[in-house]
């Protein structure tokens, strides 16, 4: 899918660079909070630099028990960093949004139904990347296109999700 959204975004004339974060050479805790200071692998000062040129994020992850695989928490708790992605203010319950002016896509495919994903798990890991994670550190609009029982979908259907993944590459949206 991520491939799709890219040949859709190059075809309306769009710069993309495609990362697959298991390619990437990191530790994905972050052992110490942020109490003490851990230096970024050369592949996290590389995506850090990607971010802060870029106008817009997509990310594309399947949905793993509610909400994103390990990995992809990982590689969050690693690169949207104080200092980086926001700023806590001094004495003040509030912080600064570092990543203002960009705005984001997600694409995650599910084996549950949307209607079970909203009505039960209440958009868990939508929420959680969404306004957790990109809104908090000031990437608005957020857009979220999830597909739903993806194990049960047959070769048509998948192709027709490549499709519209690809268009919404064309709009970068």
Same mark, same amino acid.
């Given at each position: 899918? /991520?491939?799709?959204?890219? +040949?859709?975004?190059?075809? &309306?004339?769009?710069?993309?660079?495609?990362?697959?974060?298991? #390619?990437?050479?990191?530790?994905?805790?972050?052992?110490?909070?942020?109490?003490?200071?851990?230096?970024?692998?050369?592949?996290?000062?590389?995506?850090?630099? #990607?971010? &802060?040129?870029?106008?817009?994020?997509?990310?594309?992850?399947?949905?793993?028990? /509610? +909400?994103?695989? /390990?990995?992809?928490?990982?590689?969050?708790?690693?690169?949207?960093?104080?200092?980086?992605?926001?700023?806590?203010?001094?004495? &003040?319950?509030?912080?600064?949004?570092?990543?203002?002016?960009?705005?984001?896509?997600?694409?995650?495919?599910?084996?549950?139904?949307?209607?079970?994903?909203?009505?039960?798990?209440?958009?868990?890991?939508?929420?959680?990347?969404?306004?957790?994670?990109?809104?908090?550190?000031?990437?608005?609009?957020?857009?979220? +296109?999830?597909?739903?029982?993806?194990?049960?979908?047959? /070769?048509?259907?998948?192709?027709?999700?490549?499709?519209?993944?690809?268009?919404?590459?064309?709009?970068?949206?």
């Amino acid at each position: 899918m /991520a491939k799709h959204y890219k +040949t859709g975004a190059e075809s &309306s004339g769009a710069e993309c660079k495609l990362v697959n974060i298991t #390619d990437l050479k990191f530790d994905p805790v972050l052992r110490f909070g942020y109490t003490k200071e851990t230096e970024l692998e050369p592949d996290l000062v590389s995506i850090q630099n #990607d971010i &802060s040129n870029a106008d817009h994020l997509v990310f594309v992850y399947p949905n793993w028990w /509610a +909400t994103f695989p /390990a990995l992809l928490k990982g590689f969050i708790d690693r690169v949207f960093l104080p200092g980086f992605a926001f700023k806590y203010r001094e004495n &003040s319950p509030f912080w600064d949004k570092l990543l203002t002016g960009k705005s984001a896509r997600m694409v995650v495919t599910m084996d549950s139904p949307k209607w079970y994903y909203s009505l039960f798990l209440r958009n868990a890991g939508h929420n959680a990347m969404k306004k957790g994670v990109l809104e908090f550190c000031g990437i608005k609009p957020v857009k979220i +296109t999830s597909f739903p029982q993806m194990r049960s979908a047959d /070769a048509k259907k998948r192709q027709k999700w490549l499709d519209e993944v690809e268009e919404l590459g064309k709009k970068q949206v």
